[in-house]
């Protein structure tokens, strides 16, 4: 079976050499799938840097160019924050580990920014990553199905095969952030295998999400659900079904996971959460020992355990189950800006792109994805109170989406039709005026700004 992938994946890097796109393709699926996790004997091939390299390779005999739109240039700001942590880092050695295995997910935000240059190659790429979370879920289905799971908690969780979906809850949330960009593949304009796609992923991984027994991601759907519901004053014909629903659901639900769901009712006797507190105050005193750039990238536990814990008796090496705390701990106000910084950029760039969508008029699924991009964030802020997912590569694969929409040139069409010669200069900058900012540079090599005088 080893081969069988390697050679798989080695066709598909031998295809990207001549199209780049396929190539990226190649790399979503290495990265997601992790085969030297899945087959040790693959591991020392470091599978990821190969099909970058040879991706790399493709681009640039293509001719291809990196594009640095506003958020990929916020993006590269955080990398700065976090290069910045290592020479005053807890633990240096490890922080500089985590900033070279960070680079990967850098490489990839790069190319998908500089190849997803259409609406197809943007269709196909969600699609390929729908799939791979759906393999993700289901064979981690499969094993729970067949006795093989994780018990925390006092209960038996499904867990994934991987790091990409690894422990129960990095499972769960994997499956959370995915459904978003599922129902952006249920739009009207795409093909009805498509849509049947987008809806049985997401019957997939609401069943695996109950068997992980994540009570932040559990509420996390509750929350999307609440948001599609409301987000459009018509979706509240479903408001009645989804309230008959509900006690059918719970039903069904297996009596281990709803006791774990209720256990949010005495959370100061919950053990688990009482640490929590604990280790978010662990992350107030790194950031009070070194505000401005933190204790270090990946540095959280090990500075926990060894010197901030504020618990009493034996110290406890344990993570900081919060973005928030962690970004505070590991990065301090480096960190803090720029992540913030990244995050107000790509929430702007939607809510502008889907404005200017809706006026164009394009296919329903390119109107709808800057919402469910935003909706993605959300869940990942959402979710993010209970999880340290920072350095997950879900918050810049959005940030590299909305990028790529704001780069498309769809406004190309409606300048092109109108005769430049029976334009006034004032005519051009108005007309100029409606398009993206992004556009501009591509647009006036095709289209004088100005009229030479007759």
Request: one cysteine or more; charged letters at 15%.
């Amino acid at each position: 079976m080893e081969f069988v992938v390697v050679v798989v994946i080695f066709v598909l890097a031998m295809v990207g050499l001549t199209r780049p796109y396929i190539g990226l393709l190649a790399l979503l699926i290495v990265m997601e799938l992790q085969p030297g996790e899945l087959y040790p004997q693959l591991a020392p091939l470091h599978l990821e840097r190969v099909v970058a390299a040879l991706l790399l390779v493709a681009f640039f005999i293509h001719g291809e160019k990196l594009r640095f739109p506003l958020p990929t240039r916020w993006f590269l700001a955080l990398y700065g924050a976090m290069i910045l942590s290592i020479p005053l880092a807890f633990w240096r050695g490890n922080a500089a580990a985590a900033c070279f295995g960070f680079l990967e997910i850098v490489v990839f935000v790069l190319f998908v920014t500089a190849l997803l240059t259409t609406e197809n190659r943007i269709r196909w790429f969600i699609v390929t990553f729908a799939l791979l979370v759906d393999w993700l879920g289901g064979s981690a289905l499969w094993n729970y199905a067949h006795g093989i799971w994780q018990t925390t908690m006092g209960i038996d969780r499904a867990n994934g095969i991987t790091s990409s979906a690894g422990d129960p809850d990095t499972l769960a949330a994997t499956l959370l952030f995915s459904l978003p960009l599922c129902v952006a593949l249920m739009s009207r304009s795409n093909p009805i295998w498509m849509r049947l796609t987008g809806a049985l992923s997401i019957a997939l991984a609401l069943v695996t999400i109950v068997d992980t027994g994540s009570r932040a991601v559990a509420a996390g759907v509750l929350l999307l659900v609440l948001i599609m519901v409301f987000r459009r004053p018509k979706n509240l014909v479903f408001l009645p079904v989804l309230v008959a629903l509900g006690p059918l659901v719970w039903i069904v639900i297996p009596q281990q996971y709803k006791a774990r769901y209720e256990s949010v009712n005495n959370l100061k006797t919950d053990l688990s959460y009482q640490n929590r507190i604990l280790s978010w105050r662990g992350g107030i005193a790194m950031f009070e020992s070194n505000p401005i750039t933190g204790i270090g990238v990946a540095d959280y536990t090990a500075a926990n355990g060894m010197k901030f814990w504020p618990g009493n008796g034996r110290k406890s090496f344990l993570n900081a189950h919060s973005v928030y705390f962690q970004t505070l701990g590991e990065l301090g106000l480096f960190g803090i800006i720029t992540f913030g910084g990244y995050l107000i950029c790509v929430f702007r760039l939607n809510l502008r792109l889907r404005k200017e969508l809706l006026a164009l008029n394009p296919s329903k699924f390119l109107q709808g994805l800057p919402s469910m991009l935003n909706l993605t964030l959300i869940l990942l802020l959402f979710d993010g109170y209970a999880a340290h997912n920072l350095y997950r590569e879900t918050w810049f694969l959005v940030g590299a989406m909305a990028a790529s929409i704001s780069l498309l040139p769809i406004l190309q069409q409606e300048v092109t039709e109108t005769e430049p010669s029976q334009l006034g200069g004032a005519a051009s900058r108005t007309i100029e005026q409606k398009w993206s900012p992004a556009l501009l540079p591509v647009l006036r090599k095709e289209v004088p700004t100005e009229v030479p005088p007759a």
